[in-house]
């Protein structure tokens, strides 16, 4: 799941201040994707098994989207501006990713995992790839989908009167999930048509919300869909629900910070994600076995509880940076990746120092390319994006 956008660069300082703390979690996330991916291909050595560093970073990000989402929505009251904002920050990186991909392909084919038809262009313009068992051209964008999902599905709650309930809703999706595991094998919803029906009601709603007009129908639709394809065309609908459940439980906690519900449903949600996996007939991976697992759930609670209990103090400033470049991070370091194997060929059998030398130069290349494309490619376009949103839509003033 991606580094969700929490920090409104045209905000206060005193907002930006109190937000570092979010900014941190990104920023920690991100680099433990990275190194998840970076470690097998050139210092296989170092990579823990005990634990998932990418499924890791990828819980800190869902937690952190979870806890600030929601809550960015209902502090706008705005459904149009909130969806404007969504697409200026998310869209402009992963376009130019996606293009530099296509165009890498000149030497580095794409991956096996896209198809090679029109329903890879409809998943990729929707982001909704995972949930409608299609491959992205870069291994981070299946993330995004649940990401997409979330927003449709708060989007739809909050027009219905309904987003406060976020601790039933990580409860309910924990046990969703647990159900999931015990009796889906395989998505239900077989087939490129789930891409192309999805890509034409997205599109037509998403018109709907920006302009206003049947914007609660478009709302109710776009959030029943999303559900829909999460369960029953997602490639593995347990841990579809289950990032959904960690998803809401991001918000339940935000809700008890602000005396609005107890830390109840956050533990039951929490039980119910751990156990989701141990029956599930998906549940082949190493990384799911019940050790490895409740490490990688232990220890990005941990972190999250940790940075939210410093949340009041200072933080090193290159941690909020990182945390600021972390969807450039996300998004351009493993197409950069492959890149850089198709260059320097298999490193795996030299020596540790090389191997060190070029994992640590990889490093910089990508939090150097991230901070260029972060100012000149992301910032503008949130600034654009802020402009739009406060332009008055024709719905909205009919």
Known sequence: MPPSPTTDVTAPASTLTRLAWLDTLRGLGALAVLLEHLLPWFAPALRPYWFNLGMYGVLVFFLVSGYIIPVSLERRGDVRAFWISRLFRLYPIY??????????ALWIPVREEVPRD???VSAHATMLLDVVHLGGLADTMWTLSYEMVFYLLVTALFVAGLHRHSGRLAVGFGAVAVVAGLVLSAPLLAGPWPAYVSGAVFFAGLACLVTGRFRNVAAYVLGGMAVVLLLFAGFVPWLGAAILAVMFTGTAIHRWEQGDGGLGPVAAATALVALAPIWSIQAGWWWVQPGPWLATMALAGATFATAMALRGRRLPRALVWLGLISYSVYLLHHPLLRLTYAVVGDVRAAQPVVQLSLSAGFVLAVL??????????????????????????AGDSA
């Open 118 to 120: 029109l329903s890879a």
């Open 368 to 393: 150097g390319l991230s901070g260029l494309t972060y100012r000149y490619v992301e910032l503008p376009m949130q600034r654009l994006g802020k402009r739009v949103a406060q332009r008055p839509s």
């Open 95 to 104: 376009l130019l990713v996606s293009a530099g991909v296509l165009l890498m």
